[in-house]
């Protein structure tokens, strides 16, 4: 325990790495599980390839990121599933939303993603790139990563 903070640190250092230390009952976070909580409730609760389809346009990015992951799970051979997911990856305004879609591509044949992950891999977020180059190289593809620390983007 910190001697000057009676509850303790509030992050632990490795070297230059900050990792914060998250209780159970944090308050700041409570608003969040509860969005996320609501969000995976409402995916959940979609069945069919027509409700997973309009959870992918869902107001709330949360059910969107949650829809993705369903839709190409569970109907993963439909032909409407792949050009959904495709446009996600590239349209969506939020990045973690498209970057949930990102990493459904690599279940996904790769000749038929390749043009969107490249693309991606250009994208405006760091954590889409990473994605997009992870993909691509689990597909087996000789490409120039972008990388999350690069400023280089389209």
Same mark, same amino acid.
């Given at each position: 325990m910190d001697e000057a903070d009676p509850d303790g640190p509030d992050e632990f250092r490795i070297g230059p790495i900050v990792i914060p230390i998250i209780e159970d009952g944090d308050p700041r976070f409570v608003e969040d599980r509860l969005l996320w909580s609501s969000a995976r409730a409402t995916a959940q609760a979609l069945?069919?390839?027509?409700?997973?389809?309009?959870?992918?346009?869902?107001?709330?990015?949360?059910?969107?990121? &949650?829809?993705? @992951?369903?839709?190409?799970?569970?109907?993963?051979?439909?032909?409407? +599933?792949?050009p959904a997911i495709l446009q996600?990856?590239? &349209?969506?305004? @939020?990045?973690?939303?498209?970057?949930?879609?990102?990493?459904?591509? +690599?279940?996904?044949?790769g000749e038929a993603v390749r043009a969107t992950l490249e693309r991606a891999a250009h994208d405006r977020d760091a954590e889409v790139r990473w994605s997009a180059n992870y993909c691509l190289a689990q597909h087996g593809f000789d490409h120039e990563p972008v990388w999350p620390d690069s400023d280089a983007t389209e």
């Open positions: 069945h069919t390839w027509e409700e997973l389809r309009q959870g992918l346009s869902h107001e709330d990015w949360r059910v969107r990121h &949650e829809s993705v @992951i369903r839709i190409s799970a569970r109907w993963r051979n439909d032909p409407r +599933t792949l996600m990856a590239v &349209e969506d305004p @939020i990045p973690e939303a498209r970057d949930s879609a990102v990493m459904c591509l +690599t279940d996904h044949p």
